[in-house]
């Protein structure tokens, strides 16, 4: 069975400027997430899919970070236009469904760098 | 809110050792409860889970861990560290939309 895959793995920008990332879950998965993990700090959900709508988008900062699901498979995170406090490793998960009984499968991450 | 903590930045064990990580959980409602492993540039991988039932659960890699409801504590453990036991470990209990609130980490170094 293949894994979550996530595109780019590294990215390097200056503030201000924009940048997209790609995330292919697991096939046949309806849920999906996005997380940021800071460097010393544990992931924080950005915002989470089910097929194509949106559950929880609470902590998005929705000023400068988007995201879309289109077709309710690949999904998309941007940002526009990034900060230095952006920098992180933006990971994407998915379940097969939503609920405790499943666990989440991460993909390797983006490291985006904000100079 | 549902949250963990992890008290230990760092937990040093020789290898052989037992091993001990933990967690304290804070939940309104039952506890579901996860412990993940991330490998340097790589995703977090799942070890394993408390949903109900044995307070006592087994998961990947000889790992397991102890549910203890009076203590809101859910360690992980391991008989006997292996040197590629080396990782960030984070515990995790499920939020209330069903997404993961992670605790902030515990680097484990296994000494050979």
């Known amino acids: 069975e293949a894994g979550v895959a996530q595109s780019p793995r590294y990215k390097i920008i200056e503030k201000r400027q924009s940048v997209a990332f790609w995330c292919n879950p697991i096939s046949g998965h309806a849920t999906l997430y996005w997380y940021q993990q800071i460097l010393g700090q544990g992931p924080k959900l950005l915002i989470q899919?089910?097929?194509?709508?949106?559950?929880?988008d609470s902590q998005l900062p929705k000023d400068r970070f988007s995201a879309e699901r289109l077709k309710g498979v690949d999904s998309t995170l941007k940002i526009q236009p990034a900060k230095l406090e952006d920098s992180a490793v933006y990971l994407c998960?998915?379940?097969?469904?939503?609920?405790?009984?499943?666990?989440?499968?991460f993909g390797p991450g983006t490291r985006l760098t904000v100079l | 809110a549902q949250s963990v903590a992890q008290p230990e930045d760092q937990v040093n064990v020789a290898e052989g050792n037992p091993l001990t990580v933990k967690c304290t959980y804070s939940?309104?409602?039952?506890?579901?409860l996860f412990w993940y492993v991330q490998y340097p540039n790589r995703g977090l991988q799942f070890l394993l889970k408390y949903i109900t039932g044995d307070n006592l659960v087994k998961g990947s890699y000889g790992f397991e861990a102890e549910f203890n409801k009076s203590q809101t504590s859910f360690h992980l453990k391991k008989p006997s560290a292996l040197v590629s036991d080396s990782a960030l470990y984070f515990c995790?209990?499920?939020?209330?939309?069903?997404?993961?609130?992670f605790g902030a980490g515990t680097r484990l170094t296994v000494k050979p």
């Open positions: 995790a209990v499920r939020g209330n939309n069903n997404d993961m609130r």
């Open positions: 899919f089910q097929n194509n709508g949106v559950v929880d």
């Open positions: 998960a998915s379940s097969l469904v939503a609920g405790a009984f499943w666990e989440q499968f």
């Open positions: 939940v309104s409602g039952n506890p579901y």
